[in-house]
């Protein structure tokens, strides 16, 4: 099953960043994905600083990687057939990132059930034991997350998963 699964998720790879346009903006990149794991990079770019005095990555660039690295653990965790949309997001914010430095996100599935997923992340600059962010999340599959992921499957001429169903 798990064999299964982590093929699924090699074959939704390619949508789960490229498929949304705000992550294609902010140039987030797709490290990992695994059951109930999810790995991606947000790149240092000038025009995400959010401050030019002190060169620090923009907070809500660091929001955004959190809210999407979760939610694709919680993609892997319901068995990565349903989208799902973000019920709750909780940011603590540890400390600025380093400037110059990319920030990555590891996401994990603590657990899922039915249409829920429940998810706990954190964010560093190349410490994974100095955080410059954690997040815990829930999400639900939804009819509006539903369409918007057959949507993006059309657009990268993607089989649609209900054809296939």
């Known amino acids: 099953m798990a064999d299964d699964l982590q093929?699924?998720?090699?074959?939704?790879?390619?949508l789960l960043v490229d498929g949304s346009p705000?992550?294609?903006?902010?140039?987030?990149?797709?490290e990992r994905i695994e059951p109930d794991v999810a790995e991606m990079r947000a790149p240092y770019r000038d025009d995400l600083i959010g401050d030019p005095d002190t060169r620090v990555l923009h907070g809500g660039v660091v929001t955004a990687l959190l809210d999407h690295v979760c939610g694709l653990a919680a993609i892997s965790g319901l068995?990565?057939?349903?989208?799902?949309a973000t019920l709750d997001l909780r940011l603590d914010y540890m400390r600025p990132a380093e400037p110059g430095r990319d920030v990555v996100a590891i996401a994990r599935c603590v657990r899922a059930s039915g249409l829920f997923a429940f998810v706990?992340?954190?964010?560093?600059?190349?410490?994974e034991t100095d955080p410059v962010a954690t997040a815990a999340a829930a999400f639900m599959v939804t009819r509006v997350s539903q369409e918007a992921a057959e949507k993006a499957r059309r657009a990268f001429g993607q089989i649609s998963k209900v054809e296939e169903e």
């Open 79 to 84: 068995g990565g057939k349903h989208a799902t």
């Open 120 to 127: 706990s992340a954190i964010a560093h600059d190349g410490d």
């Open 7 to 14: 093929t699924l998720l090699d074959t939704l790879a390619p």
């Open 22 to 30: 705000h992550a294609v903006a902010l140039g987030f990149k797709l």
